[in-house]
């Protein structure tokens, strides 16, 4: 079946810091890999997403690189400010089936 | 921007009770589903719906559970008998295209006592 492991948190990084979270999958066929991002007290955000091998995701300067040959699909920014403290989740969805699988989400909290 | 909406926020209910959760998708979206994500723990796949039935559920969505979209506009998910371990947040969600990301409501946190 399918899974999402996620890189545990929670994580802790100073503004400016540069973020690397992990993110590994196992699916059947070929998945679409998403990032979301979930604001405290609020609903779950599409953050970007990636459809094919190679494609790179990217909003608001995150990215993810879609990497078949590793299975992964890290989420980076070169920069991370105090607004972007909320936890995000790697998630997939493959073939057939609609839903959407997700890892155990990463607590990511940016100091001043 | 469009969004989904879910209502309430917040409700709290007596063990055994029936609860409906209620959410409007997005108007041309046409697969829904219903997520719950227990506190601390990850995002869980309940149920996905189109064409007015259900087209796929998990091991969670047993026969307590239960989802309609009576009038074309909202989508709705009915718990017949709370349990404790039903207390969650809940998340509606639609889309469009199933494989290029959903939208998600910004959940109804129920609260079983």
């Known amino acids: 079946g399918n899974s999402v492991t996620q890189m545990e948190g929670p994580v802790t990084l100073s503004e400016e810091a540069f973020l690397t979270i992990n993110c590994t999958y196992t699916?059947?066929?070929?998945?679409?890999l998403f990032w979301y991002v979930q604001y405290p007290g609020e609903g779950l955000q599409l953050l970007l997403k990636?459809?094919?091998?190679?494609d790179k995701g990217s909003n608001k300067g995150f990215e993810a690189t879609y990497r078949k040959e590793t299975t992964s699909f890290h989420l980076e920014k070169g920069s991370v400010q105090v607004s972007d403290s909320a936890v995000y989740f790697c998630?997939?969805?493959?073939?057939?089936?609609?839903?959407?699988?997700f890892g155990s989400g990463t607590q990511l909290t940016v100091l001043p | 921007e469009p969004e989904v909406t879910q209502t309430p926020s917040h409700q709290v209910t007596q063990m055994g009770q029936e609860v409906i959760l209620r959410c409007v998708p997005i108007?041309?979206?046409?697969?829904f589903y219903w997520y719950r994500q227990i506190l601390g723990q990850k995002v869980e796949f309940l149920v996905s719906?189109?064409?007015?039935?259900?087209?796929?559920k998990s091991e969670i969505f047993d026969d307590q559970f239960s989802v309609e979209r009576p009038d074309g506009s909202n989508f709705t998910l009915k718990i017949r008998s709370t349990k404790l371990e039903d207390s969650a947040m809940y998340f509606c969600?639609?889309?469009?295209?199933?494989?290029?990301?959903?939208?998600f409501g910004s959940g109804t946190r129920l609260t079983v006592v």
């Open positions: 699916a059947t066929g070929y998945p679409s």
């Open positions: 108007s041309n979206h046409l697969y």
């Open positions: 969600a639609s889309s469009g295209e199933a494989n290029y990301g959903y939208t």
């Open positions: 998630a997939l969805s493959s073939g057939s089936a609609r839903q959407l699988t």
């Open positions: 719906f189109y064409n007015n039935e259900i087209s796929e």
């Open positions: 990636a459809t094919k091998a190679d």
